[in-house]
């Protein structure tokens, strides 16, 4: 069984009905557990929880110190490729926008590469655009040949791939997937992906199964916060990460929730999330999922980030550039704006002081 089974059975429940009918006494009953259901989840994630935002955040703050400690690892992505054949309606990438396109040779990739493991990062995340043409398998390979030699985790943000492809990437010392569903509504998915291999909405829900059943080590999933009604998108990228743990024990889940930021287009997103349902989504999602990573973009900005800091979070990015090529060179357009533009040493200065350890190395990618 996929994980798409287990969205198929939701697709005619009534979740307005659902959240509508929580009370406090439900929600008291769900914070009183150890152990929450998908159903106390969501009720965690109801307007009738929000005013138990205190005692909801003091409980995930203490179930992270207890799992996590005060440690906060820390990441850099690195955009290889801005060229894509997907026209998708939020994302500033989409091959309908005349933006400035930028593709890294291998040895431009080389100079990012060694630029920023200079600056002490430890842990990257490389990303392109979806084009099977400029960024195909082999381009994929080499680039990652490339990156391990200067990194001890190093993963991918790109397209889906085939079981096959994955255990190559793997083969050449990725350990690490990270890919959103975007928006976990069908209907809502096929309506903002318009053209390019990106609407097959079950191929992309089924890569983190691919990924983990030959062996990738760590893999991260999420919804692009405005796209779909937040509730029911945190709690379908919620069950999805609990799907993932209970299916692949060996595998490291994580989440994220990214919401929308400014773009190049006229896109206006049809849904937003205010920054107390926003904290709301963390510390529900960390009561219910007590272990599972929690990674906050620098789609929010410093202050934000670093009030959110207790609540959950475990993975932080720093020294952050969303268009191709800033590291070394020129850059290209950026994907979106990002709102915390602290560099790594900021960013571990900052943590130091806020009583947290930043996590430069992995080392247990060291020893598997």
């Not at 005619?12 to 659902?18: E, G, I, R, S």
């Not at 396109?101 to 995340?125: N, P």
């Not at 099977?132 to 040949?145: G, V, W």
């Not at 529900?284 to 800091?309: C, D, Y």
Request: neutral net charge.
């Amino acid at each position: 069984m996929s994980f798409y089974k287990i969205l198929e059975k939701f697709y005619d429940f009534d979740f307005n009905k659902f959240l509508s009918s929580v009370t406090a006494g439900k929600v008291e009953a769900a914070l009183a557990k150890e152990v929450l259901t998908e159903w106390d989840f969501l009720t965690l994630l109801s307007d009738a929880a929000t005013p138990y935002l205190e005692p909801m955040a003091l409980k995930a703050k203490a179930i992270t110190r207890r799992h996590f400690g005060n440690v906060i690892t820390l990441f850099t992505p690195l955009y290889i490729s801005n060229y894509c054949e997907n026209v998708c309606a939020y994302c500033s990438f989409s091959r309908q926008h005349k933006i400035s396109r930028k593709h890294l040779t291998l040895d431009e990739i080389d100079e990012e590469a060694r630029r920023i493991s200079a600056g002490g990062i430890r842990h990257i995340l490389f990303l392109t655009g979806e084009s099977h043409l400029k960024s195909s398998i082999d381009y994929l390979l080499e680039s990652a040949r490339i990156l391990t030699r200067y990194f001890s985790s190093t993963g991918i943000e790109i397209y889906p791939l085939k079981e096959e492809e994955y255990a190559k990437l793997i083969a050449a010392g990725i350990d690490g997937l990270t890919i959103f569903q975007e928006v976990y509504n069908k209907d809502a998915y096929h309506g903002y992906h318009k053209g390019g291999p990106k609407d097959d909405f079950r191929f992309r829900l089924e890569a983190p199964d691919r990924a983990c059943a030959c062996g990738m080590r760590t893999v991260s999933v999420g919804a692009l916060l405005g796209l779909g009604q937040p509730q029911i998108e945190s709690f379908f990228t919620g069950i999805h990460a609990h799907y993932l743990q209970n299916t692949y024990p060996k595998a490291e889940v994580s989440i994220s929730f990214p919401r929308i930021r400014p773009l190049a287009g006229t896109f206006i997103p049809p849904y937003t999330i205010d920054d107390i349902h926003f904290v709301q989504t963390i510390t529900a999602t960390r009561i219910f999922l007590n272990n599972v990573g929690i990674t906050i973009s620098t789609r929010e900005s410093k202050a934000f980030r670093n009030s959110l800091l207790p609540l959950g979070v475990t993975r932080m990015s720093a020294g952050v550039s969303t268009a191709v090529g800033a590291h070394s060179s020129m850059p290209s357009t950026t994907q979106f704006e990002i709102a915390d533009c602290r560099s790594v040493d900021e960013m571990k200065s900052d943590l130091l002081h806020l009583g947290y350890q930043p996590v430069m190395q992995d080392w247990n990618s060291r020893f598997l």
